[in-house]
């Protein structure tokens, strides 16, 4: 695959996500929706550039349900940013390569 970020299922949530050392940045999308697809390539270099500090994982919710609707996540793109296992902030939509950066940076 060779992608950056790491796809993440509704079994494997708990362990890469609530139990991860570092944050984890969670972006629920989907193959159907554009403004998910639009944000993929940002993701992917954020994931490079903040590899070892921040982790980015992509679930999609309409092979793995539950996740997001533990979340209570209404529309997509939705991004989640764990800290320690707990939600620490979320934005939904499309945002450029920048807004995301400075979401990620305000959030850690």
């Given at each position: 695959m060779g992608a950056a970020t790491v796809a993440v299922t509704d079994a494997t949530?708990?362990?890469?996500?609530?139990?991860?050392?570092?944050?984890?940045v969670v972006d629920f999308w989907a193959e159907w929706c554009g403004p998910c697809r639009q944000i993929g390539p940002a993701l992917e270099e954020l994931a490079t550039?903040?590899?070892?500090?921040?982790?980015i994982v992509k679930v999609n919710v309409d092979e793995n349900p539950d996740s997001p609707a533990v979340l209570g996540v209404r529309?997509?793109?939705?991004?989640?940013?764990?800290?320690?296992?707990?939600?620490?902030?979320?934005?939904?939509?499309?945002?450029?390569?920048?807004?995301?950066?400075?979401?990620?940076?305000?959030?850690?």
């Open positions: 949530f708990d362990a890469e996500v609530r139990q991860s050392p570092i944050p984890v550039e903040y590899a070892g500090k921040v982790k529309g997509i793109p939705a991004l989640f940013l764990f800290k320690d296992g707990q939600v620490v902030s979320n934005k939904t939509g499309a945002a450029p390569k920048a807004a995301l950066a400075n979401w990620i940076n305000s959030a850690i």
